[in-house]
């Protein structure tokens, strides 16, 4: 996205903790919690499934799924009364996050080494794999980062609900051993995702960070280290005594705009109180607040939950939520 001059570091810092995309993130950027979100797009909705592919503690896995529940994005469904068994599926809400996985596949299987799990989804209307892109509701076009610009509104307040429980701050150290940066961690923590955010609205100098989005240096400095061990950032030096840097993101960084584009629009859609907003996206081209539509590159039908489904391994169709 480019950056609008209009507005300073701290007022962008502003706008976007006081916006429903920091909500979300509060609810969805958090790694346990993508992974289950992966795993049941893959088709696997039962507990023992999640532990054994997860591998995290039951305690961890428990509390997560519950928050989840709570915050309506997966339910469980009963599938045997005596003993008690269910399975978790998704809701509506929970089925809108169809173009945040379909782009976080597409960006760890463009940059991950140890390529990921192919993409199972499905677009049922032409019965090929899921591969998207998103296109302005107005005239049409892709949507590219660079065409892509921002307006801020200080006035408007997104008034946020409670969550429904205290997080605790469980990244349980049992991903570390992970040594692949996937985009799971782009988004895996709250401030890991605020950062990007701010790097995607143009914040660009450690302080600015720091003071734009209330960040500590320590977990500022943590995050920043790690954005630039995967290549998301580059720095340039723009100081020398004392050297400073001004931190930019790279091609690929910059490829992850989409999966952003779309988690502002979920929260947008789907976080109660989410109708004035801080932040809206303006596309350039046409002059139009940006609205969405996604699109299958294969047959160029309109994607919506309804037709999108996981591969023949389960062939179920993953919206039996409705009605
Ligand atoms: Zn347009
Ligand atoms: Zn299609």
Same mark, same amino acid.
């Given at each position: 996205?480019?950056?609008?001059?209009?507005? *300073?570091?701290?007022?962008?810092?502003?706008?976007? &903790?006081?916006?429903?995309?920091?909500?979300? @993130?509060?609810?969805?950027?958090?790694?346990?919690?993508?992974?289950?979100?992966?795993?049941?797009? &893959?088709?696997?909705?039962?507990? !023992?499934?999640?532990?054994?592919?997860?591998?995290? *503690?039951?305690?961890?896995?428990?509390?997560?799924?519950?928050? @989840?529940?709570?915050?309506?994005?997966?339910?469980?469904?009963?599938?045997?009364?005596?003993?008690?068994?269910?399975?978790?599926?998704?809701?509506?809400?929970?089925?809108?996050?169809?173009?945040?996985? *379909?782009? &976080?596949?597409?960006?760890?299987? @463009?940059?991950?080494?140890? *390529?990921?799990?192919?993409?199972?989804?499905?677009?049922?209307?032409?019965?090929?794999? &899921?591969?998207?892109?998103?296109?302005?509701?107005?005239?049409?076009?892709?949507?590219?980062?660079?065409?892509?610009?921002?307006?801020?509104?200080?006035?408007?307040?997104?008034?946020?609900?409670? @969550?429904?429980?205290?997080?605790?701050?469980?990244?349980?150290?049992?991903?570390?051993?992970?040594?692949?940066?996937?985009?799971?961690?782009?988004?895996?923590?709250?401030?890991?995702?605020?950062?990007?955010?701010?790097?995607?609205?143009?914040?660009?100098?450690?302080?600015?960070?720091?003071?734009?989005?209330?960040?500590?240096?320590?977990?500022?400095?943590?995050?920043?280290?790690?954005?630039?061990?995967?290549?998301?950032?580059? =720095?340039?030096?723009?100081?020398?005594?004392?050297?400073?840097?001004?931190?930019?993101?790279?091609?690929?960084?910059?490829?992850?705009?989409?999966?952003?584009?779309?988690?502002?629009?979920?929260?947008?859609?789907?976080?109660?109180?989410?109708?004035?907003?801080?932040?809206?996206?303006?596309?350039?081209?046409?002059?139009?607040?940006?609205?969405?539509?996604?699109?299958? =590159?294969?047959?160029?039908?309109?994607?919506?939950?309804?037709?999108?489904?996981?591969?023949?391994?389960?062939? !179920?169709?993953?919206?039996?939520?409705?009605?």
């Amino acid at each position: 996205m480019s950056k609008n001059s209009d507005f *300073s570091p701290k007022e962008i810092g502003k706008a976007i &903790l006081n916006s429903p995309v920091e909500y979300a @993130l509060q609810i969805l950027g958090d790694k346990c919690t993508l992974l289950i979100l992966k795993n049941i797009w &893959l088709g696997r909705r039962k507990f !023992e499934d999640f532990i054994n592919e997860i591998g995290v *503690s039951r305690g961890t896995l428990s509390s997560r799924l519950k928050f @989840l529940v709570d915050h309506g994005v997966i339910y469980k469904d009963i599938y045997q009364s005596a003993p008690r068994r269910f399975e978790y599926k998704l809701t509506d809400k929970g089925l809108s996050t169809y173009p945040i996985a *379909s782009y &976080l596949w597409q960006w760890n299987n @463009l940059w991950t080494e140890n *390529s990921d799990v192919p993409s199972e989804l499905i677009h049922t209307k032409c019965n090929n794999f &899921l591969e998207l892109s998103t296109n302005c509701l107005h005239c049409n076009e892709d949507v590219k980062i660079e065409d892509v610009t921002f307006d801020v509104n200080l006035d408007q307040n997104f008034e946020k609900l409670s @969550l429904f429980k205290t997080r605790r701050s469980e990244n349980s150290g049992i991903f570390d051993s992970d040594l692949v940066f996937r985009i799971e961690d782009l988004l895996g923590d709250r401030w890991t995702g605020l950062v990007y955010a701010g790097l995607l609205y143009g914040l660009k100098r450690f302080d600015e960070f720091n003071e734009a989005l209330g960040i500590s240096t320590n977990i500022l400095a943590d995050r920043l280290k790690k954005f630039l061990d995967a290549g998301v950032i580059k =720095k340039d030096l723009y100081q020398h005594k004392p050297a400073r840097y001004e931190y930019r993101l790279t091609r690929k960084g910059r490829s992850g705009y989409l999966t952003a584009i779309h988690l502002h629009f979920w929260a947008h859609m789907w976080m109660l109180n989410a109708k004035n907003t801080t932040i809206s996206l303006v596309h350039k081209p046409c002059g139009n607040k940006l609205k969405i539509k996604t699109v299958c =590159k294969a047959c160029k039908g309109e994607v919506d939950p309804s037709n999108v489904s996981i591969s023949a391994s389960t062939s !179920e169709d993953l919206n039996i939520s409705s009605g």
